[in-house]
């Protein structure tokens, strides 16, 4: 109340604030899905290109997955890859296989039938996830009819550069995502693939708030010697800006997300049975049950079954189309690590804080590695002396079973970048200041109000110190928070319209080596 103002007789009254502003934490674990859905449309609103906040897979399966028909009919399938099964002369060298009498056969897929994003969603929230961003750049296109080579890597050309860029743009605008998951970009060529990584780290360079998790090129199908070459041409498509805000696991995992209920004969050979027919029926050792269960689908009459209902009596009949299946569903399931680490560095924070590295710990549903990486071959992921780009493994341990084995960024050779919990931390330190700080903007840059910044600063960074985000024996070895004239500020600064305030905070940072030290001594009498 401004006492000039008072003119007429009488009592006033006037309340003053008795706290100052506090800083309220921004949100840390908030990914944004950039990729491919089966479609993307909610009460006859489109939502391609639409940056979509979702709170469950729930929300996500009401507006980016075809909706279910009336019962009894089959749900709908949200993800419809195409598998071959290509005889081979000699037994395959690389990729899948399996044996169908004395032949071998090679699983691989129709490229342009697989898609990543929808499977890392399940997978998101089966490991603990929560609020998410949803750019959908596109839906599922045109299958290409042929498969892959056996061994070679898969390239969609339905995923284009073009695509995945511009929903990556779209997020400039959005403040609250904190990772940046593009699940579909190991579909994309190598060099396009390390055109749109440089752009998702230099985005996040300049918006400061987000970082990238990437995967990497050949972990679906690593070869056990040759493997380096892909780490190699990851490291070289990176490029050199950005790369504290980034992180890579390698290599993918299975999971077991799709079951036996989600894969069919349908997804054979484009669909067409009779090719499955010489494989469940063959000449040399008939079986008549399998036969007439494909011949009945190939041309029904009365009231046929529904898809679902000669899946399962194809399963009854036929071992070998059980073991196609089996065979099918292990390549369907072998996913980029990202989405499941959404989830884990989800529930870290939400269980401790984003100061915890997400590491030592297992990624839920994930039942089998492409590779199991060696103690010695790690050493070269995780520390490499020319480019320092840390990437980290993902290992199988005898007892323990499959854990996250590494916490680094792609700034390894960085004494102030090189762990994902510090840089994350800082993130959730500057944003929540920031948001805070605004509250003065315009207010007299004077003692007062520098003092309720520090206050304020200072109360925020002493509860992070209390819960183990900041490491000192006492608040003031943790953190200290400066603004005043002549401590931050010139006379200059006050009158340009600077307020300056300088924060320095002791980061807690992992325990990567444990070194324990054991030395034999003489024996004492007692």
């Known amino acids: ?58 929300e996500f399966q009401s507006i980016f997955c075809y909706p279910d028909p009336p019962t009894p009919a089959d ?19 690389k990729g899948d296989y399996l044996m169908i009498g004395s032949n071998y056969y090679s699983v691989v897929p129709d490229p342009n039938t697989i898609y990543y994003l ?59 995502p904190t990772m940046y998951i593009c699940p579909d970009a190991t579909l994309l060529s190598i060099d396009a693939n390390a055109t749109l990584m440089q752009e998702m780290l230099l985005q996040c360079s300049e918006v400061e708030t987000a970082i990238s998790i990437f995967d990497i090129i050949g972990g679906r199908n690593p070869d056990p010697i040759m493997y380096t070459n892909d780490i190699e041409t990851f490291r070289n498509g990176t490029g050199s800006n950005g790369l504290n805000y980034g992180t890579a696991y390698y290599p993918f995992v299975g999971t077991t997300i799709m079951q036996q209920n989600d894969i069919d004969y349908t997804n054979f050979f484009g669909g067409d049975v009779k090719q499955l027919a010489p494989l469940l029926n063959p000449s040399s050792d008939p079986n008549q049950n399998a036969a007439t269960i494909l011949s009945t689908i190939e041309n029904p009459s009365g009231d046929p079954l529904s898809v679902s209902q000669y899946h399962n009596a194809l399963l009854v009949a036929s071992p070998t189309y059980t073991m196609i299946m089996n065979h099918v569903l292990t390549a369907v399931n072998m996913l980029p690590a990202s989405g499941g ?36 071959q790690q050493a070269d992921l995780n520390v490499d002396a020319i480019s320092g780009k840390s990437i980290n493994a993902i290992r199988f341990f005898n007892g323990l079973g499959i854990l996250v084995w590494g916490a680094r ?118």
């Open 409 to 526: 960024t792609l700034d390894g050779n960085s004494m102030d970048w090189r762990y994902i919990s510090v840089r994350r931390t800082m993130i959730y330190i500057e944003q929540s200041c920031k948001l805070a700080a605004q509250a003065y903007v315009f207010a007299p840059n004077d003692k007062n109000t520098w003092e309720a910044v520090k206050a304020m600063i200072g109360s925020f960074l002493n509860d992070l110190w209390k819960q183990g985000g900041l490491q000192g024996a006492s608040a003031a070895d943790a953190f200290s928070v400066e603004c005043g004239l002549g401590s931050t500020m010139t006379s200059e600064d006050i009158l340009r319209g600077f307020m300056n305030v300088t924060i320095k905070v002791a980061v807690v940072r992992p325990a990567e080596f444990i070194v324990l030290t054991f030395q034999q001594q003489m024996s004492t009498s007692s």
């Open 341 to 376: 680490m959404a989830g884990v560095i989800t529930m870290t924070d939400n269980n401790v804080g984003p100061w915890q590295a997400p590491a030592n710990t297992s990624i839920v549903g994930v039942s089998s590695l492409p590779i199991k990486i060696s103690e010695s």
């Open 75 to 93: 749900p709908s399938k949200q993800y419809d890859p195409q598998y071959y099964l290509v005889k081979q002369k000699d037994k395959p060298e």
């Open 1 to 58: 109340m401004n006492i000039s103002n008072i003119k007429t007789p009488g009592v006033y009254i006037e309340e003053m604030n008795a706290f100052g502003n506090s800083v309220v934490p921004v949100a840390t674990s908030v990914p944004a899905f950039i990729g491919y859905t089966p479609q993307a449309i909610y009460e006859g609103k489109s939502y391609t290109n639409v940056p979509t906040k979702i709170t469950s897979f729930a």
């Open 118 to 176: 929808y499977n890392s969603i399940r997978l998101f929230y089966q490991n603990g996830g929560g609020d998410a961003y949803i750019v959908s750049v596109g839906t599922y296109g045109a299958p290409s009819g042929t498969s892959i080579k056996p061994g070679d890597q898969i390239v969609n050309t339905n995923v284009t550069l073009h695509d995945l860029t511009d929903g990556l743009s779209l997020l400039k605008n959005e403040q609250e």
